[in-house]
Protein backbone atom coordinates (compact mmCIF):
# COMPACT_ATOMS: atom_id res chain seq x y z
CA UNK A 1 0.00 0.00 0.00
CA UNK A 2 1.56 2.97 -0.72
CA UNK A 3 1.49 6.19 1.76
CA UNK A 4 1.57 9.41 1.25
CA UNK A 5 3.80 12.32 2.23
CA UNK A 6 2.64 15.80 2.86
CA UNK A 7 5.05 18.37 3.20
CA UNK A 8 4.51 22.02 4.78
CA UNK A 9 7.30 24.31 3.86
CA UNK A 10 7.13 28.35 4.85
CA UNK A 11 9.90 30.50 3.40
CA UNK A 12 10.12 34.11 2.04
CA UNK A 13 12.31 37.28 1.55
CA UNK A 14 12.77 39.79 3.51
CA UNK A 15 14.72 42.99 2.88
CA UNK A 16 15.87 45.53 5.57
CA UNK A 17 17.41 48.93 5.30
CA UNK A 18 19.87 50.37 7.32
CA UNK A 19 21.46 53.95 7.38
CA UNK A 20 25.19 53.60 7.86
CA UNK A 21 26.12 56.94 7.73
CA UNK A 22 24.74 60.54 6.84
CA UNK A 23 26.82 64.14 5.10
CA UNK A 24 25.92 66.78 4.06
CA UNK A 25 26.70 67.14 0.37
CA UNK A 26 24.59 68.23 -3.44
CA UNK A 27 21.94 66.08 -4.69
CA UNK A 28 22.65 64.55 -7.73
CA UNK A 29 18.78 65.27 -8.89
CA UNK A 30 17.58 68.28 -7.25
CA UNK A 31 21.17 69.65 -7.02
CA UNK A 32 20.21 71.20 -3.54
CA UNK A 33 22.63 70.64 -0.73
CA UNK A 34 21.12 68.66 1.84
CA UNK A 35 21.77 64.98 4.14
CA UNK A 36 22.35 62.51 1.62
CA UNK A 37 22.06 59.50 3.88
CA UNK A 38 23.88 56.10 2.57
CA UNK A 39 21.61 53.34 3.30
CA UNK A 40 22.18 49.61 2.90
CA UNK A 41 19.68 47.32 1.66
CA UNK A 42 19.99 43.51 2.47
CA UNK A 43 17.67 40.66 0.81
CA UNK A 44 17.47 37.60 2.76
CA UNK A 45 16.09 34.20 2.59
CA UNK A 46 14.20 33.06 5.31
CA UNK A 47 13.09 29.40 6.09
CA UNK A 48 10.09 29.14 8.66
CA UNK A 49 10.96 32.87 10.00
CA UNK A 50 14.72 32.04 10.62
CA UNK A 51 16.70 34.51 8.31
CA UNK A 52 19.36 32.02 6.80
CA UNK A 53 21.19 33.99 4.27
CA UNK A 54 21.53 37.24 2.74
CA UNK A 55 21.45 36.72 -1.31
CA UNK A 56 21.36 40.24 -2.32
CA UNK A 57 23.29 43.52 -0.71
CA UNK A 58 23.01 47.06 -2.42
CA UNK A 59 24.36 50.57 -1.21
CA UNK A 60 22.25 53.88 -1.90
CA UNK A 61 22.18 57.54 -1.11
CA UNK A 62 19.06 58.93 0.23
CA UNK A 63 18.83 62.39 -0.58
CA UNK A 64 17.07 63.96 2.42
CA UNK A 65 15.51 67.15 0.42
CA UNK A 66 13.68 65.49 -2.85
CA UNK A 67 14.11 61.80 -1.37
CA UNK A 68 15.62 60.23 -4.68
CA UNK A 69 17.56 57.19 -3.75
CA UNK A 70 20.90 56.52 -6.33
CA UNK A 71 22.94 52.88 -6.34
CA UNK A 72 26.35 53.24 -5.28
CA UNK A 73 29.25 50.47 -6.01
CA UNK A 74 30.57 48.95 -2.75
CA UNK A 75 33.92 51.28 -3.64
CA UNK A 76 31.73 54.13 -3.15
CA UNK A 77 30.62 53.10 0.15
CA UNK A 78 34.05 52.11 1.28
CA UNK A 79 34.97 55.79 0.33
CA UNK A 80 31.71 57.60 2.28
CA UNK A 81 31.99 55.96 5.70
CA UNK A 82 35.56 55.89 5.82
Known amino acids: MP ?10 LNTQVRTL ?8 HCNREAMQR ?3 RATRFSLF ?4 FTFR ?5 NCAY ?11 K ?4 S
Open 38 to 40: LQQ
Open 21 to 28: TATAGVCR
Open 3 to 12: SEVQMFVLFG
Open 78 to 81: EAMT
Open 49 to 52: FIPL
Open 57 to 61: RKYQV
Open 66 to 76: CGSLTEVSRQH
